[in-house]
């Protein structure tokens, strides 16, 4: 259980799904800017910022290296840890090789499984699940058995001995044979029949009477879903398609959560 004390005044802020680095140079560092933009308008209230997962493209961390770029977006995450913000980061599908590099920089809490939140202000007290959401609920198996390669002790330790010229540039091949794919994801229409993170919530919103609202990543499209038990299931969606228009970020303050589209025009 994750436990937050909300100082009156302030607030809590949640995004996903950045994926910088992806699909080239150029529009990851528009995208970049623009959340360092976004960075700039919360900062003045933020108390607590949760990024849930997939922050970039592909991430690994060689034992005396990390992936060049995105400096933008690591120093304005540096400036907000130094004024005291709390920085939470849920490990991503593209992000698994996440250690304790921004843990030693940020002082980031690093998560890797989905997790209770309790948030307590002077007038309520709000309990909410997060994760990232991959590999939950019925079938994705091919995915769930690649997951298990890739977070394998000795399989990571393997892929370190590669250097990172080599290692990283398989990933980006990688990449670029799904950008498509990656990119019409987001437009894929929200069946409450078939998302399998919502069979997840589910699930879990009938062991967890008291959660309110379900927030997770990885899904690219921006969910606001009631549940029979009167809790909310959202979806952040994504920071790459067109437009910014799947870019969608949730605040709680006080009093209310609010599900907010991110607007594009203050950039």
């Known amino acids: 259980m994750i436990h937050i004390n909300l ?3 302030k607030k809590v802020y949640f995004a996903s799904d950045f994926h910088l680095g992806f699909p080239d140079e150029k529009t990851s560092r528009e995208r970049e800017k623009a959340l360092v933009s976004w960075l700039d308008q919360v900062e003045s209230d933020a ?3 949760f990024l849930m997962g997939d922050l970039f493209d592909f991430w690994f961390e060689y034992k005396t290296a990390v992936p060049r770029g995105f400096v933008r977006f690591l120093g304005k995450l540096s400036a907000l840890a130094d004024q005291g913000i709390k920085i939470h980061i849920f490990v991503g599908n593209h992000d698994l090789w996440m250690w304790d590099y921004l843990e030693r920089e940020l002082g980031a809490k690093i998560y890797r499984e989905p997790s209770d939140l309790k948030i307590s202000t002077t007038n309520k ?3 909410l699940h997060i994760g990232h959401g991959d ?3 019925p079938g994705d198996t091919g995915y769930k058995v690649l997951k298990k390669l890739f977070t394998n002790r000795l399989a990571q330790w393997l892929f370190g001995f590669l ?3 080599v290692g990283i540039s398989l990933a980006n091949f990688w990449s670029s044979t799904r950008k498509e794919s990656t990119m019409t994801k987001g437009e894929q229409a929200f069946d409450p029949e078939t ?3 919502l069979s997840y919530v589910s699930e879990t919103a009938a062991s967890k009477p008291v959660v309110e609202a379900f927030v997770f990543g990885h899904r690219h499209h921006p969910i606001a879903y009631s549940l029979p038990s009167g809790a909310t299931y959202y979806n952040l969606g994504d920071w790459f398609n067109p437009h910014f228009k799947n870019a ?3 605040q709680i303050d006080e009093n209310k959560i ?3 589209h991110f607007n594009a025009s203050s950039v």
Do not use: E, K, R, V
Request: proline share 4%; aromatic share 20%.
């Open 7 to 9: 100082t009156s005044g």
């Open 47 to 49: 108390q607590d910022l």
């Open 125 to 127: 007290a709000f309990q």
């Open 135 to 137: 590999g939950l609920g």
């Open 163 to 165: 250097h990172p010229n």
């Open 195 to 197: 998302d399998y993170i």
């Open 248 to 250: 969608y970020y949730l």
């Open 258 to 260: 609010n599900f907010i």
